[in-house]
């Protein structure tokens, strides 16, 4: 199965501050990757699919890149509702696989 | 607009099975793929296995444990999970499938499940 490492698994921020959290792929995927946003207790929302296309909806200041390994997702302005845990899942192979979250708190 | 909606919440003790129902609403039920996905608390999601028409695919992390039907009468999917073990707590989401690949572009609410004696 591919694995996928994010970093940081933590981290705190201001609202306005630029925020990146990336994911590793343990094997080339292209750019068959996706981005979901999860508030507690809640379901998790996509944001991007394809490394870098945003989903319907989702504000413009979310930005995915990367493929083949390196993945990145990146918050030009934190705004008080992003705050939130955040996972990418590649959808290369079966069987579909998550990274770890990276949990977005407030400074 | 796209509805996915779960059953409630369930408690079942170590051994036993349960069955929990996806329904779905505004969209073509049989032009698109059901997943399920569950996650325990604190963890990263889980991806279980998926059901399109009389088509399903199952994660081998549940040998043999797992069965997803589904009632297109109904538009609904149905989800079986037997022999159920304290690990097995978790919430479980199903999702439906991007058109063209394996993303989910929509998540139902999610149904709790507590395996306890």
């Known amino acids: 199965a591919i694995q996928l490492t994010q970093s940081p698994s933590s981290l705190s921020a201001s609202v306005g501050d630029r925020v990146t959290i990336t994911c590793r792929a343990s094997q080339g995927i292209r750019s068959t990757l996706a981005w979901y946003q999860q508030k507690t207790g809640k379901a998790p929302q996509l944001l991007i699919y394809d490394a870098s296309t945003l989903e319907g909806g989702v504000p413009s200041r979310f930005s995915g890149s990367g493929s083949g390994t390196d993945f990145a997702l990146t918050i030009s302005s934190l705004q008080p509702e992003d705050f939130a845990t955040y996972y990418c899942q590649q959808f290369n192979s079966y069987p579909l696989t998550f990274g770890g979250g990276t949990k977005v708190e407030i400074k | 607009q796209v509805q996915l909606v779960q059953s409630g919440a369930e408690v079942r003790e170590p051994g036993a099975s349960v069955t929990l129902s996806c329904k779905a609403s505004g969209y073509t039920f049989t032009a698109y793929t059901i997943q399920w996905v569950r996650q325990a608390p604190g963890q990263r999601p889980e991806w279980m296995g998926w059901i399109k028409g009389r088509y399903t695919q199952y994660s081998q992390n549940f040998q043999g444990r797992l069965t997803i039907t589904g009632d297109t009468s109904a538009d609904t999917v149905y989800m079986e999970l037997s022999s159920l073990r304290s690990e097995d707590t978790a919430v479980y989401y199903c999702?439906?499938?991007?058109?063209?690949?394996?993303?989910?572009?929509?998540w139902g609410q999610g149904t709790f499940i507590t395996v306890s004696s």
């Open positions: 999702a439906r499938e991007d058109s063209t690949r394996a993303f989910f572009d929509y």
